[in-house]
């Protein structure tokens, strides 16, 4: 190792912990972890996970050099304790010191800016058990392989001790750490990793642990033995401004860490992008909940952009948060006094003549949220489609899952974002749990402040009472959290059946319904009238099917049926509702109700936001609108087809 790493070496074993019972000292450890922040601990969460299942306010202690100190666990990433196995993507713990952060000073890591997963060496850290004492260990190891979103895997010669999991892996070429053991493999050399940017599944608290982390080296601590940890990074020399260093970096993500947070990730995004002179990086956005996440798409692999890339970056972000009436002085007179040190004057401007984008550069009505957001038509902007397919001849029901992206721009055909992976498919009381990270990431990967991007499911006709509204994916929730999906977003129903181009009385209705500017409840089934296909294909533009049963069974899912073969492409339903054919007076309010509804509506594409505020009421008990708790909506826009079905005949070994 050479003299730079040894130093960084150290720098990173001072910032390593171990985890163990409060009380004696003859407790075994339960694991390793972090430093991250001031007062601030990062450790896998199966580490703290079998101690803690019963009682999360248990007090333990973090000890490690020149560190002894009371703790309890801050927030983890799992869904469910009682799980066998942990997921990569779930396997993190935040635990927080008790008392005040400068009450024990220690040493903290650096962590990885880079969107992208770290491959190759990796030393990694962490504490082992050899009784009477706990041992610190330091091994080197290989990053050969990732898996799942998070996942990292270390290549199959290197031996871990237990304790390790939970440790830090440093990345001695960036020095910088770039995830924290997870397990070694069960009776094989090896093991797994989580890679540091699942710690933004955290949401809120991973903003106010990386702005505490930035600042902390944007002061320039110094170690006992006078080491700074940006000081021992590698990184380009001092070529008279022409290259980004390290030392750039921690002052950019210091002085970004001072700004007001991002409102979401696409105003990330679209400012990193004009950074890069419109260049996209390769696959998907990561997600992206901080300046300091945009920042880190300035990359190509391990290297940085050009250094006026990022002074273009920190431009954009200080006229976006100036054009909300923020001030952010510090920030401004950095970028000056860094491009002054930029020899090329004649690229100066590509800096400070920079402008918001039009969507950007306005700041959003302090009520947007009855402001009544219009569906997206093609081409109107983003939206993204699950698909739940029944697996055939299953009993019962079990379904595969697609989820699809259209990113509404006019430019291409929705892409598919991802895929269910099982083999038999899921019960549906398994789809929450199984569309939580894929679903749930891309959804905060698309919402703008104030405009969370619509969802749209595809079912069957008889599984259309799916109540896909009343899923959430956050299992603690703010007291002022409106948590179900239907209340925080346009949630709409489709027809699995209508995959692909869509047929002439499903086009010209709608074609129809779109030029309409007031709409009237169609209650159907009618009491005492058989409504044939055709009393549905000649049906009024301005009438919208309403039923107060349930769409899957009974008498609804004729009458449903019929409106889908006959063109209709907008209805509302009970989805708990009766399934006889003898209506209650609760029918009879409903449908009134519905009356109101529709009534108000200025266009057909008011419809799936109206009813979201009166699920948002519901949700936060704000007024007497149950009525509509149960009622589901197809909203099926045959400008924007769902994707066809695969039909093409796949080659496979006999």
Same mark, same amino acid.
């Given at each position: 190792m050479?003299?730079?790493n040894?130093r960084l070496?150290a720098?990173?074993?001072?910032a390593?912990v171990h ?14 972890g972090?430093f ?7 450790t896998?969460?199966h580490?703290v996970?079998?101690?803690?299942r019963?009682?999360?306010?248990l ?5 490690g050099?020149?560190?002894d100190a009371?703790a309890r666990?801050?927030?983890w990433?799992l ?15 935040l ?6 952060a400068?009450?024990?000073?220690h040493e903290?890591? !650096?962590l990885a800016d880079?969107a992208?997963?770290?491959?190759g060496p990796v ?12 041992h610190?260990?330091?091994?080197d190891?290989?990053?050969n392989g990732? %898996?799942?979103?998070y996942?990292?895997i270390?290549?199959?010669d290197i031996?871990f001790p ?8 440093l990345d001695?070429a960036?020095g910088?750490v770039v ?5 070694r493999r069960?009776q094989?050399?090896g093991?797994?990793?989580?890679a540091i940017a ?9 903003r ?5 982390h930035d600042?902390?080296h944007?002061t320039e601590p110094?170690?006992e033995?006078g ?11 001092a070529?008279?401004?022409?290259g980004w260093?390290?030392?750039d970096?921690?002052?950019a993500l210091?002085l970004?860490?001072?700004v007001?947070?991002?409102?979401d ?9 004009r950074?890069r002179?419109?260049t996209?990086w390769?696959g998907?956005?990561?997600d992206l909940?901080t300046w300091?996440d945009?920042?880190?798409l300035l990359?190509?692999?391990a290297h ?7 002074l273009r970056?920190l431009?954009f972000?200080?006229?976006y ?16 006094r860094r491009l002054?040190r930029?020899?090329r004057r004649e690229m100066?401007?590509f800096v400070r ?5 039009d969507?950007?550069?306005?700041a959003?009505?302090e009520r947007?949220?009855?402001?009544v957001?219009?569906?997206p038509g ?7 489609a699950?698909?739940?397919d029944?697996v055939i001849g299953?009993?019962?029901t079990?379904?595969? !899952?697609?989820i699809w992206?259209d %990113?509404?721009d006019?430019?291409g055909?929705p892409?598919?974002?991802?895929t269910d992976?099982s ?7 398994e789809?929450?749990?199984a569309l939580?990270r894929?679903?749930?990431d ?16 595809a079912l069957p006709?008889?599984h ?12 603690i929730?703010q007291?002022?959290d409106a948590g179900?999906l239907?209340a925080r977003?346009?949630?709409?129903l ?10 002439k009385?499903?086009?010209d209705r709608w074609?129809g319904?779109t030029?309409q500017q007031?709409f009237a ?6 009491r005492?009238?058989?409504t044939?296909g055709?009393?549905y294909?000649e049906?009024a ?6 039923m107060?049963r349930?769409a899957g069974r009974g008498?609804g ?7 889908l073969e ?5 209805a509302?339903?009970?989805i708990d509702?009766h399934?006889?054919?003898?209506c209650a007076?609760?029918?009879?309010t ?6 109101e ?9 008011e419809?799936?936001d ?5 699920r ?11 009525w ?8 099926d ?5 769902l994707?066809a ?6 080659d496979a070994?006999?």
């Amino acid at each position: 190792m050479t003299e730079p790493n040894e130093r960084l070496h150290a720098l990173a074993k001072a910032a390593t912990v171990h985890l163990l019972p409060a009380g004696d000292d003859d407790k075994p450890l339960w694991g390793s972890g972090f430093f991250v922040a001031p007062g601030w601990v990062l450790t896998a969460a199966h580490v703290v996970r079998q101690h803690l299942r019963a009682d999360r306010e248990l007090t333990f202690r973090v000890r490690g050099e020149g560190v002894d100190a009371e703790a309890r666990l801050a927030e983890w990433l799992l869904t469910d304790p009682d799980r066998p196995v942990v997921p990569l993507d779930e396997d993190l713990a935040l635990v927080r010191l008790l008392g005040e952060a400068d009450e024990q000073p220690h040493e903290c890591v !650096w962590l990885a800016d880079r969107a992208v997963r770290h491959s190759g060496p990796v030393k990694v850290y962490g504490y082992y058990p050899e009784p009477p004492h706990t041992h610190a260990r330091a091994v080197d190891a290989d990053i050969n392989g990732h %898996e799942d979103g998070y996942g990292l895997i270390i290549r199959p010669d290197i031996d871990f001790p237990a304790g390790v999991s939970g440790g830090p892996l440093l990345d001695p070429a960036t020095g910088a750490v770039v995830g924290l053991v997870k397990s070694r493999r069960k009776q094989q050399d090896g093991g797994k990793a989580v890679a540091i940017a699942a710690l933004r599944r955290f949401g809120e608290t991973y903003r106010t642990v990386i702005a505490a982390h930035d600042r902390w080296h944007g002061t320039e601590p110094v170690s006992e033995s006078g080491d700074n940890w940006i000081d021992q990074q590698s990184g380009p020399g001092a070529d008279g401004g022409a290259g980004w260093t390290p030392a750039d970096r921690r002052e950019a993500l210091n002085l970004l860490a001072a700004v007001p947070a991002p409102p979401d990730a696409p105003t990330v995004e679209a400012l990193a992008i004009r950074a890069r002179s419109g260049t996209r990086w390769p696959g998907p956005p990561p997600d992206l909940r901080t300046w300091r996440d945009g920042y880190g798409l300035l990359y190509e692999g391990a290297h940085p952009l050009d250094p006026l890339a990022f002074l273009r970056y920190l431009r954009f972000v200080d006229a976006y948060v100036r054009s909300r009436g923020e001030p952010c002085a510090p920030l401004d007179a950095w970028i000056e006094r860094r491009l002054r040190r930029d020899p090329r004057r004649e690229m100066h401007a590509f800096v400070r003549d920079v402008r918001l984008p039009d969507e950007l550069s306005a700041a959003p009505a302090e009520r947007t949220d009855r402001i009544v957001i219009p569906y997206p038509g093609p081409g109107e902007g983003p939206t993204v489609a699950v698909l739940l397919d029944p697996v055939i001849g299953s009993e019962p029901t079990r379904f595969f !899952w697609q989820i699809w992206l259209d %990113e509404g721009d006019g430019t291409g055909e929705p892409e598919l974002y991802e895929t269910d992976d099982s083999v038999h498919g899921l019960l549906p009381g398994e789809l929450v749990q199984a569309l939580r990270r894929p679903l749930g990431d891309l959804l905060r990967a698309k919402d703008r402040q104030n405009r969370p991007v619509p969802l749209e499911v595809a079912l069957p006709t008889e599984h259309l009472d799916t109540a896909v509204h009343r899923w959430r994916f956050d299992d603690i929730a703010q007291l002022d959290d409106a948590g179900h999906l239907g209340a925080r977003r346009r949630v709409v129903l489709r027809s699995l059946a209508r995959r692909g181009d869509p047929d002439k009385l499903w086009a010209d209705r709608w074609q129809g319904m779109t030029a309409q500017q007031r709409f009237a409840c169609w209650r159907t089934p009618q009491r005492g009238v058989v409504t044939t296909g055709r009393g549905y294909r000649e049906a009024a533009f301005d009438r919208i099917p309403v039923m107060c049963r349930p769409a899957g069974r009974g008498p609804g899912r004729t009458a449903l049926k019929l409106a889908l073969e006959n063109g209709h492409g907008v209805a509302l339903w009970h989805i708990d509702g009766h399934v006889t054919r003898t209506c209650a007076e609760d029918c009879d309010t409903l449908h009134a109700k519905a009356q109101e509804l529709l009534g108000g509506l200025g266009s057909l594409a008011e419809l799936p936001d109206r009813l979201r505020h009166l699920r948002q009421d519901i949700s936060e008990r704000r007024a007497d609108h149950t009525w509509a708790e149960p009622l589901a909506l197809l909203y099926d826009d045959p400008g924007r087809p769902l994707p066809a079905e695969e039909t093409e005949t796949l080659d496979a070994p006999l």
